[in-house]
């Protein structure tokens, strides 16, 4: 029997490479396809043709076929048949829903992290919530969503962790929409957000759940007026949506 060196020798060193070539092929798909879709390049409710999309981002349909799966267990797109994958359209029931559970999750993890958080994790948190805006708007909901994620993902509750990054992953859409408000109008977030890390860092775990459902709860209350009053409007909410983000 050849030695171990021999062994390791014979594994077939190109299939091993493809592989990990197609994984980083498949994120660099889907982090672009989603940003087409956050900012509005991919309407709500557009049909795709995913031949026509692997064309233009300039990959085989196989890496694009794995970034699809993703962004549809994600919720922000239903694939059918024919190759053809559809824009999740945007709608107040999805948006009542999912803040209806944020609503309660949110503050439960900000008061586990008052309770359970590491030092080091309060301090980034707290460093996250004070960063100055940026004229990006997706950047910028990166950057909100990073200090939420601080929040909770020091609750050390990997079950919670997991669900909220699932609902944070359903509500990007949304929340893109109050996060271009804001950067035209003031940074509202940012100072609830420097309150919030103040008092996970305080370790005061009843005035951290409450300030965060306030602050969620802002939230949900603005985003809803403003696609409300798209629909007084009589326009479709894709293509506001479409022009806002151009």
Do not use: C
């Amino acid at each position: 029997m050849p030695p171990p060196s021999l062994l390791v020798e014979s594994v077939p060193r190109r299939n091993v490479s493809s592989s990990l070539q197609a994984v980083t092929k498949a994120k660099a798909v889907y982090v672009e396809t989603r940003s087409r879709i956050l900012r509005g390049t991919l309407a709500p409710g557009s049909a795709v043709n995913q031949e026509v999309l692997a064309a233009d981002l300039g990959v085989s349909i196989t890496p694009l076929r794995e970034a699809l799966r993703r962004l549809e267990m994600e919720g922000l797109i239903r694939l059918e048949a024919h190759r053809t994958m559809i824009i999740t359209p945007l709608t107040s029931q999805e948006l009542h829903e999912m803040y209806a559970i944020r609503m309660e999750l949110d503050p439960f993890g900000a008061s586990l992290a008052a309770v359970n958080a590491l030092e080091s994790q309060l301090e980034i948190s707290r460093q996250l919530a004070r960063q100055e805006s940026v004229s990006d708007p997706v950047l910028q909901l990166e950057r909100n969503r990073s200090f939420h994620r601080s929040v909770y993902s020091s609750s050390q509750n990997s079950a919670l962790i997991s669900i909220l990054d699932q609902l944070w992953d359903r509500t990007d859409r949304y929340r893109l929409i109050l996060i271009k408000e804001e950067l035209m109008e003031g940074p509202t977030s940012r100072l609830e957000h420097i309150e919030i890390a103040e008092a996970v860092a305080a370790r005061k775990a009843d005035v951290a759940a409450r300030l965060m459902r306030v602050h969620v709860e802002r939230s949900h209350t603005r985003i809803s007026e403003i696609v409300t009053a798209w629909a007084d409007d009589g326009a479709e909410k894709s293509e506001l949506l479409s022009a806002r983000n151009q």
